[in-house]
C-alpha cells in the first residue's frame, strides 16, 4: 500500500497495537543475554572470542512458538532438543536500545537456547524502514555450553518460589507499573494522538481473587 495512504501516525498505530498484543495480552517474555564486547577477549589473528563473557540478562517481551523436538542419539542414548521462535516487537527493540545478534544467548523457561540465525523482520506496507516484528530462532543449547541462573516461571512440577507465574501486570504506555520500570513506549500516547489511558496498567493477581482459589483479574484502583 503506498505512503500517501500509509503515514507516520498508522505506522505508530501498527506498532502500538503490536506492542499492545505482546505487552498488555500474551505476556511471554524470554531473557537476553547478549555478550559484552568489552569483557570478551577476542583472539589477534582469528577475531574470535573463545571464552565469551555475557552482561546481565535482559527482559523482552515476546510471543514464543515451539518447534517440534529433535532426538539425538549418542553414546550415551537418546537427548531431546528443541528449536523456538520468539517475535518480538521490533520498536520495541530500539526504545530500549537493545540490539540481538546470532550468537547470542536467551532462556525460556528451564532451558537455554542459542541464536542460530539473525533476527529476521518483517516490513509495514512494504515501508522498508518500518519493521513490525523481528523472529529471532534459537536452538537448545548443549549441556555445560551455557550457564546461569535461571530467569522467569519454570514448571508447576517445582516448589520453589516463582516456578509459577501468579501476577500479570499490564504496561499500556506506562512509564512505571506494580512492578517497576517497564521502558514501554506508545507513539501515539507520546505524540498527543491518544490520551493516557485513563485506569492505568490492569493485572491478573491474588488482589482479584478474593476467595483465595488462584490469580484472576484485578481491575480495581
Given at each position: 500500500?503506498?505512503?500517501?495512504?500509509?503515514?507516520?501516525?498508522?505506522i505508530?498505530?501498527?506498532?502500538?497495537?503490536?506492542?499492545?498484543?505482546?505487552?498488555?495480552?500474551?505476556?511471554?517474555?524470554?531473557?537476553?543475554?547478549?555478550?559484552?564486547?568489552?569483557?570478551?577477549?577476542?583472539?589477534?589473528?582469528?577475531?574470535?572470542?573463545?571464552?565469551?563473557?555475557?552482561?546481565?540478562?535482559?527482559?523482552?517481551?515476546?510471543?514464543?512458538?515451539?518447534?517440534?523436538?529433535?532426538?539425538?542419539?549418542?553414546?550415551?542414548?537418546?537427548?531431546?532438543?528443541?528449536?523456538?521462535?520468539?517475535?518480538?516487537?521490533?520498536?520495541?527493540?530500539?526504545?530500549?536500545?537493545?540490539?540481538?545478534?546470532?550468537?547470542?544467548?536467551?532462556?525460556?523457561?528451564?532451558?537455554?537456547?542459542?541464536?542460530?540465525k539473525?533476527?529476521?523482520?518483517?516490513?509495514?506496507?512494504?515501508?522498508?524502514?518500518?519493521?513490525?516484528?523481528?523472529?529471532?530462532?534459537?536452538?537448545?543449547s548443549?549441556?555445560?555450553?551455557?550457564?546461569?541462573?535461571?530467569?522467569?516461571?519454570?514448571?508447576?512440577?517445582?516448589?520453589?518460589?516463582?516456578?509459577?507465574?501468579?501476577?500479570?501486570?499490564?504496561?499500556?504506555?506506562a512509564?512505571?507499573?506494580?512492578?517497576?520500570?517497564?521502558?514501554?513506549?506508545?507513539?501515539?500516547?507520546?505524540?498527543?494522538?491518544?490520551?493516557?489511558?485513563?485506569?492505568?496498567?490492569?493485572?491478573?493477581?491474588?488482589?482479584?481473587?478474593?476467595?483465595?482459589?488462584?490469580?484472576?483479574?484485578?481491575?480495581?484502583?
Open positions: 500500500m503506498g505512503r500517501f495512504f500509509i503515514t507516520p501516525r498508522e505508530n498505530f501498527i506498532n502500538d497495537i503490536a506492542k499492545e498484543i505482546v505487552k498488555d495480552v500474551i505476556g511471554q517474555k524470554i531473557y537476553y543475554f547478549p555478550i559484552s564486547e568489552i569483557k570478551s577477549k577476542v583472539h589477534d589473528v582469528y577475531e574470535e572470542s573463545p571464552d565469551k563473557v555475557f552482561e546481565n540478562p535482559i527482559e523482552i517481551d515476546c510471543l514464543v512458538k515451539y518447534q517440534p523436538q529433535e532426538i539425538r542419539t549418542g553414546r550415551f542414548g537418546s537427548e531431546e532438543y528443541y528449536t523456538i521462535e520468539a517475535y518480538v516487537q521490533s520498536r520495541d527493540l530500539l526504545d530500549k536500545g537493545v540490539e540481538v545478534l546470532e550468537g547470542d544467548f536467551f532462556s525460556y523457561g528451564t532451558t537455554f537456547f542459542e541464536i542460530i539473525g533476527p529476521a523482520s518483517d516490513v509495514i506496507f512494504g515501508q522498508i524502514e518500518h519493521k513490525t516484528y523481528i523472529t529471532i530462532t534459537g536452538k537448545q548443549r549441556k555445560g555450553q551455557f550457564i546461569s541462573k535461571i530467569f522467569g516461571p519454570t514448571s508447576e512440577e517445582y516448589t520453589d518460589s516463582g516456578a509459577v507465574q501468579e501476577t500479570f501486570v499490564q504496561q499500556r504506555g512509564e512505571t507499573n506494580s512492578e517497576g520500570t517497564t521502558g514501554d513506549v506508545r507513539d501515539l500516547q507520546k505524540n498527543g494522538v491518544l490520551d493516557t489511558p485513563i485506569t492505568g496498567p490492569k493485572e491478573v493477581s491474588a488482589k482479584g481473587d478474593p476467595q483465595n482459589v488462584g490469580s484472576a483479574f484485578y481491575d480495581e484502583d
